[in-house]
């Protein structure tokens, strides 16, 4: 092990965590935003929106994330009419490509534990709320929604800190992710190991916050799900 | 019953052993596979190209059999240390840094560095003219190293091969590539993806970076195969077969002086 060759690039290392956090914030917001009506539409009934959406999430989580990002980057430049098109001043950035690649592809798995949520709404909520005089769009608004996010967090929080280890592959695309500064530090001084390691450990360090936050964010929110323990 | 189920486990145990001891004298030689015309692969798989023909007739010279390991170009040096192979024959530089990691042959080729753009680009290859440009090559090479040493200040990225290097360029994800030149002209500029592209700008020279040339790697202090390496290297020069090799590729001798 060469340590001092860690800690001489480890500024690499931090450049690497701010990239990987900013695609893992702007992916996950992005594609959870576009997730809720997707979730709603995939949860109703009605074929016309039902289908549309399941074809999407069955591409998406059909096929490695690799695959797409490797189709946006290298797939789409392949095409004149592109290049040559005002989508190109996008495509061009190997940020794009990977932000666009990673929130439809968590956009399409948060749109189906959403979905499962959405429809495992307990019938007495439902009721209550109708009993109440909500519309179906008030009750999906106040009662549905709500209750669907809470109840999703755990599963939400996987999904999370899959998407964070699946923010790797930007280091295929030329991105300096974590992976990227590991990899660079590995091509730089011909090392086997050191840059994974070191990206390893920045990777469990972020994990492990994100599992604290979604800790926090369970205990708050779904206090009334959780048996009391009685105090004496 | 059992005796025979003993005798079949000895027989399969011997065989296994006869097969590692034979193994053992096979050579395994790293080779890559991305980086025409030195090596490449064809349609079905093989890998062809300079370097292949190159490990071939030393492995002939040396009266050795050898098999070809494919291994991508950043796992290369990690990969030898682990034994997946005993050398690499893939155009790597014989450069200081690398000589901390693993032993090198004498040189079997020397072809400078070069940088590639669209024809009629506007920009020189200097650290005033690249400002603001971004500039591709392929991770783990001479030229991440020259690109980082002389050209801190321009936007570099790291590609696994020189394939994907000038796939970015033809796309125009990046403005110039650096590598080396003789890969360039034959792998790229000379086939139908590379035209609109020339050279921009002359020979790149720094010895630290570039060392003195491509050389064959072996693992620390296996001085035997590298003295047998040196030996055959010389005589191939000698006796046509490089002359032959080299001619099949190229229209100069790509040994230097």
Redo the contacts between chains.
């Keep these: 092990m060469e340590f001092d060759l860690i800690f001489k690039n480890i500024d690499l290392f931090f450049q690497g965590t701010w990239m990987t956090l900013r695609l893992l914030f702007f992916s996950l917001l992005i594609g959870g935003t576009l997730s809720i009506p997707l979730a709603i539409a995939r949860a109703t009934r009605h074929r016309w929106f039902n289908r549309p959406v399941w074809m999407f999430t069955y591409f998406f989580r059909g096929t490695p994330l690799l695959v797409q990002t490797y189709l946006v980057y290298?797939g789409l430049?392949?095409f004149d009419f592109i290049?040559e098109s005002i989508l190109?001043t996008v495509l061009?950035?190997?940020y794009w490509c990977a932000l666009i690649a990673f929130s439809l592809n968590t956009c399409a798995y948060t749109t189906e534990i959403l979905r499962g949520f959405i429809e495992t709404t307990p019938r007495g909520e439902i009721e209550a709320a109708r009993a109440a005089g909500m519309g179906p769009w008030l009750r999906m608004r106040r009662i549905i929604l709500p209750s669907a996010f809470r109840r999703a967090l755990p599963a939400y929080s996987n999904e999370v800190i899959f998407m964070l280890h699946g923010s790797a592959i930007a280091s295929?695309i030329?991105l300096m992710d974590i992976l990227?500064a590991g990899?660079?530090l590995?091509?730089?001084?011909?090392?086997?190991?050191e840059g994974f390691l070191t990206s390893a450990v920045f990777y469990l360090t972020i994990t492990f916050m994100l599992t604290a936050i979604f800790r926090q964010l369970e205990r708050k929110l779904n206090k009334h799900l959780y048996p009391r323990i009685a105090t004496s | 019953m059992k005796k025979k189920l003993f005798g079949l486990a000895a027989a399969i145990a011997l065989g296994a052993f006869v097969g590692a001891a034979q193994a053992e004298e096979v050579l395994r030689i790293g080779v890559e596979g991305a980086y025409p015309p030195f090596s490449e692969k064809t349609a079905s798989g093989e890998v062809v190209g300079f370097d292949i023909d190159i490990a071939k007739a030393l492995c002939a010279e040396m009266g050795r059999k050898c098999v070809m390991v494919e291994q991508d170009w950043d796992g290369m040096i990690p990969a030898l240390r682990a034994r997946k192979f005993d050398a690499i024959i893939a155009s790597m530089s014989i450069t200081e840094e690398r000589k901390k990691k693993v032993d090198f042959t004498n040189k079997y080729y020397n072809t400078p560095a070069r940088f590639v753009a669209r024809k009629g680009a506007d920009f020189e290859p200097t650290p005033e003219g690249l400002k603001g440009k971004v500039v591709g090559v392929q991770r783990g090479t001479i030229h991440q190293c020259y690109m980082e040493k002389h050209f801190p200040d321009v936007k570099l990225n790291l590609y696994d091969t020189q394939d994907a290097v000038n796939l970015d360029l033809v796309a125009g994800r990046i403005d110039a590539v650096l590598a080396d030149a003789i890969a360039l002209d034959d792998g790229f500029l000379k086939t139908e993806r590379g035209k609109g592209f020339a050279f921009l700008g002359g020979d790149q020279i720094d010895p630290q970076c570039f060392g003195e040339g491509a050389g064959i790697a072996v693992r620390k202090g296996d001085d035997k195969l590298r003295e047998a390496f040196n030996k055959a290297i010389a005589a191939i020069r000698a006796n046509g077969t490089y002359k032959k090799i080299n001619d099949k590729y190229f229209a100069f001798d790509i040994y230097g002086d």
């Design positions: 290298n430049s392949q290049r190109w061009r950035d190997a295929v030329t990227g990899r660079t590995n091509a730089r001084y011909y090392l086997a190991f």
